[in-house]
């Protein structure tokens, strides 16, 4: 009796998870489904589930387009150089909060974890003003630049966190040996937390390429458009009619980078999120 | 300067790593001074040295970008200010506009209200159930649980919400036309339907009276009475349901919070359910005597967590509304308006205010629930 009633539940339960999953994964079917449709299909009033014949013209349509393919090197070269130094420079801060004694380290600390407090818009209005006063509206600069003094406080913790685990002889007997501080950090200590790195550049990845606010404000003409900008105009509201299958091909081609990112990340991704989650 | 934007960037990129580089000594050789005058052993001033070398990026950063900003905008918000003009001081005339002029502004206000009230529970609370469907230690957990995170992923991508927009459409959205599906062919869903369309329009025809000051709008829902057969949710088309769609969004996004429930659902020591099965506790009620009260810190950090992203709400509002102005002010998020408040006309000085309106909003919210928390979590019992 007992296990019979074990059984149902536990296929009530796989019912459940399977259904929430389908539930929440169907966004992105219903994209690529979308993109391999005739626009007949894709405005039909009746449910199309899957394209009765598929077709690949909304691709070739968005791979044709010139701004479609500039956008998405925009992007790309965003995200990569401005992870590239708020990467290096987070990774060198936590070493400081990680490992280094030095008089002043916890009130420092403490200010860094309180600007978690602070929300990033808030900040916005005045920072635009400063890169105004200095040039840099209409460029990449505002977008890049601030990310290389270890901008983001929660990724410094969760870096700090892995550092302050490992022992410290470590750095003490290579210290002995005669080796930099900088050496040790760098050939030392950052092999030793690679995977909280993984995770680090992850976050980052992920913020820099779905960022639409910054580049709505900061890029300002068309040229230097990145993909969020680009595809969100798109959907054109003065026709009647909107071509489905190509906004929807340029949104399978821009979330083609994040799915792959997650699908190499999810084991550090979903372990590290409790870390900062929490005691952030 | 160059003209290709890229090499631009690349060479300001590179006079940046420069100014950090140097600030880093900078930084170092005054901190190892002051340690040398304060009379500190060789080894401390050393380490003094390397600490605030290596600390300088932030510190640097943080005096550039968040002290100075903050600083400055507390003074425009005192101003007139509007690039490219200077700004001539005028009191507090622009929070004075704000609070008791500005329709949007408060408009905001109240819809970031109606998501804290509507929708974070009801994101909370399917966060928590998913997390606990998950603890059951199912095989293939890892699978479910990257399926139920990855919107978190894709989440606030503009491509992403695209989708949404296509989807949530009223007339021929898939979202829609399986409902309509569903009520047709199974006449108890057509009614629950019907009843949730109801609920969902005259708490929603509430809101805006209030924002708007008269209820003319709810007494029309409430006077057309239970909505006929062939209603469906009008998602994105009207102000009645704007909001709604954009708490559709913050419920499949609720990855986070899920994964914060489930490490709250692993530190429950086993013993204590193990002690209530042999009592003969349900589960339905181990869960509330339980899981539920050990969980109200989480509960309480997601609270607050979702209570400031509420506020926050950017990408979902611009790509759903931007371009439908009679719609788009039923979905302002405070962030939102901000961001078409200030860069519409460079209003620097108005903007700046509503900064540190929001900053003193968060504030106080968070201040209010770290009070209030005494009353109901539950920290003894770890």
Known sequence: MKTTLHITGKVFLYVLLTAASLLMAFPLFWMISTSLKSLQEANAPKIVWVPSQILLDAYRNILSDPDFLRSYFNSTFYAALALVGTLISIAAVAYAFGRLEWPGRNLVFFLMLSTMMIPAQALIVPQYVFFHRIGWIGSFNPLIIPGYFAGGAAMIFLLRQAMAQIPKEIDESAFVDGASYVQIWWYLVLPLVKAPLATVATFLFIGYWNNLLGPLIYTQSSDLYTLPVYVAQLYNINSTTQPWPSIMAAAVLTTVPLIIVFFFAQRFILESVVITGLKG | ?382
């Open chain 2, 1 to 382: 300067m160059t003209d290709n934007p890229y090499l631009y960037t690349l060479l300001m990129a590179g006079v940046a790593v420069l100014f950090i580089i140097l600030s880093c000594f900078a930084l170092g050789y005054l901190a190892r001074g002051i340690a040398r005058l304060a009379g500190l052993s060789k080894v401390k001033q050393q380490n003094t040295f390397a600490g605030y070398f290596f600390a300088a990026p932030w510190i640097v950063g943080f005096l550039i970008f968040v002290v100075a900003p903050l600083l400055a905008s507390l003074y425009w918000s005192f101003t007139n200010y509007r690039i490219p003009n200077e700004p001539v001081w005028v009191g507090i005339q622009n929070y004075a506009r704000l609070i008791l002029e500005d329709k949007e502004f408060r408009g905001s206000l109240v819809n970031t209200l109606f998501l804290t009230v509507i929708g974070l529970p009801l994101q909370i609370g399917f966060a928590l159930f998913l997390a606990v469907l998950l603890n059951q230690k199912m095989r293939g957990e890892r699978v479910f649980r990257i399926a139920f995170y990855l919107p978190v992923i894709l989440g606030f991508n503009a491509a992403v919400l695209l989708c949404w927009r296509l989807m949530l459409n009223a007339s021929n959205g898939i979202i829609n036309q399986i409902i309509r599906a569903l009520s047709n062919g199974f006449p108890p869903f057509g009614y629950l339907n019907r009843a949730i369309i109801y609920i969902v329009e005259v708490v929603n025809a509430f809101f805006l009276g209030v924002n708007a000051g008269n209820f003319t709008m709810l007494n029309k829902v409430v006077d057309a009475g239970f909505p006929a057969a062939n209603r469906v949710p009008m998602w994105i088309q009207t102000a009645l349901w704007t909001k709604m769609s954009v708490i559709i969004l913050m419920v499949w996004i609720c990855g986070t919070m899920m994964l914060i429930f489930l490490a709250g659902l692993n530190n429950i020591p086993k013993e204590l359910h193990e002690a209530a099965e042999v009592d003969g506790a349900t589960p339905w009620k181990r869960f509330w005597k339980i899981s539920f009260p050990l969980l109200t810190p989480y509960i309480f950090y997601n609270l607050v967590v979702g209570m400031i992203a509420a506020l926050q709400i950017f990408e979902p509002i611009y790509v759903l509304y931007r371009d439908n102005a009679p719609l788009a002010p039923s979905a302002y998020s405070m962030v939102y308006n901000l961001w078409r408040s200030t860069f519409r006309f460079n209003e620097i000085g108005y903007g700046s205010a509503i900064s540190w309106l929001i900053l003193i909003i968060i504030m106080v919210v968070t201040i209010i629930q770290f009070r209030l928390q005494n009353r109901w979590v539950q920290y003894d019992l770890y």
